[in-house]
Protein backbone atom coordinates (compact mmCIF):
# COMPACT_ATOMS: atom_id res chain seq x y z
CA UNK A 1 0.00 0.00 0.00
CA UNK A 2 1.34 3.28 -0.88
CA UNK A 3 0.96 6.44 1.34
CA UNK A 4 -0.23 8.65 -1.34
CA UNK A 5 -3.38 6.31 -1.66
CA UNK A 6 -4.60 6.55 1.79
CA UNK A 7 -7.40 9.01 2.45
CA UNK A 8 -6.05 12.22 4.77
CA UNK A 9 -2.58 11.46 3.66
CA UNK A 10 -0.86 13.77 1.94
CA UNK A 11 3.32 12.82 0.01
CA UNK A 12 4.84 15.55 -1.29
CA UNK A 13 8.18 14.95 -3.63
CA UNK A 14 10.48 17.67 -3.66
CA UNK A 15 13.49 16.97 -6.00
CA UNK A 16 16.70 18.66 -5.25
CA UNK A 17 17.93 21.84 -7.27
CA UNK A 18 20.18 20.99 -9.94
CA UNK A 19 23.40 22.41 -9.27
CA UNK A 20 27.27 22.14 -10.35
CA UNK A 21 28.73 20.91 -6.90
CA UNK A 22 28.81 17.95 -4.98
CA UNK A 23 29.40 16.48 -1.21
CA UNK A 24 33.26 15.97 -0.35
CA UNK A 25 33.51 14.33 2.86
CA UNK A 26 37.53 14.53 4.42
CA UNK A 27 38.93 13.72 7.37
CA UNK A 28 41.95 15.79 8.11
CA UNK A 29 44.38 15.96 10.92
CA UNK A 30 43.78 17.95 14.09
CA UNK A 31 46.05 20.80 12.98
CA UNK A 32 43.98 21.70 9.85
CA UNK A 33 40.67 20.87 11.98
CA UNK A 34 42.40 24.00 14.33
CA UNK A 35 43.28 25.79 11.87
CA UNK A 36 39.90 25.91 9.94
CA UNK A 37 38.49 26.23 13.39
CA UNK A 38 40.38 29.48 14.52
CA UNK A 39 39.75 30.97 10.60
CA UNK A 40 36.18 30.22 10.62
CA UNK A 41 35.42 31.86 13.80
CA UNK A 42 38.10 35.03 12.64
CA UNK A 43 36.63 35.26 9.09
CA UNK A 44 32.86 34.49 10.71
CA UNK A 45 31.83 31.76 8.19
CA UNK A 46 31.44 27.98 8.43
CA UNK A 47 34.30 25.67 8.52
CA UNK A 48 33.29 24.21 5.01
CA UNK A 49 33.06 27.85 3.56
CA UNK A 50 36.68 27.93 4.49
CA UNK A 51 38.24 24.71 3.09
CA UNK A 52 35.88 26.18 -0.05
CA UNK A 53 37.30 28.98 -0.36
CA UNK A 54 41.00 27.26 0.08
CA UNK A 55 40.63 24.60 -1.98
CA UNK A 56 39.02 26.79 -5.15
CA UNK A 57 41.86 28.92 -4.72
CA UNK A 58 44.17 26.50 -5.29
CA UNK A 59 42.25 25.23 -8.07
CA UNK A 60 41.88 28.42 -9.64
CA UNK A 61 45.27 29.65 -8.72
CA UNK A 62 44.39 33.09 -7.29
CA UNK A 63 44.88 33.97 -3.76
CA UNK A 64 44.98 37.65 -4.53
CA UNK A 65 42.15 38.59 -1.92
CA UNK A 66 42.99 36.51 0.85
CA UNK A 67 46.28 38.52 0.61
CA UNK A 68 44.75 41.56 0.67
CA UNK A 69 42.38 40.64 3.40
CA UNK A 70 45.33 39.61 5.60
CA UNK A 71 47.31 42.85 4.75
CA UNK A 72 43.72 44.52 5.69
CA UNK A 73 43.33 42.66 8.90
CA UNK A 74 47.06 43.35 9.79
CA UNK A 75 47.25 47.07 9.17
CA UNK A 76 44.08 47.66 11.45
CA UNK A 77 45.69 45.78 14.21
CA UNK A 78 48.90 47.43 13.79
CA UNK A 79 46.99 51.23 13.70
CA UNK A 80 45.67 50.62 17.18
CA UNK A 81 49.05 50.21 18.80
CA UNK A 82 50.26 53.66 20.65
CA UNK A 83 53.65 53.30 18.72
CA UNK A 84 52.24 53.35 15.31
CA UNK A 85 49.91 56.67 16.05
CA UNK A 86 53.19 57.98 17.34
CA UNK A 87 55.19 57.32 14.32
CA UNK A 88 52.24 58.55 11.75
CA UNK A 89 52.46 61.61 13.77
CA UNK A 90 55.72 62.42 13.28
CA UNK A 91 55.86 61.42 9.60
CA UNK A 92 52.58 63.74 8.93
CA UNK A 93 54.96 66.36 10.84
CA UNK A 94 57.97 65.68 8.53
CA UNK A 95 56.07 64.77 5.31
CA UNK A 96 56.94 66.84 2.34
CA UNK A 97 53.06 67.60 0.57
CA UNK A 98 53.65 69.74 -1.74
CA UNK A 99 52.22 68.77 -5.07
CA UNK A 100 50.06 66.22 -3.50
CA UNK A 101 46.39 66.42 -4.23
Do not use: N
Not at 6 to 24: E, F, N, Q, W
Request: proline share 3%.
Amino acid sequence: MRLASIPGVYCIHMSRPKTDSAVLTLRVPARVHRYLTREARRRRQTRSDIARSILQERVDGSSESDVLDEARRQSLLVSKRRSEREALAFLDAVADRRGWK
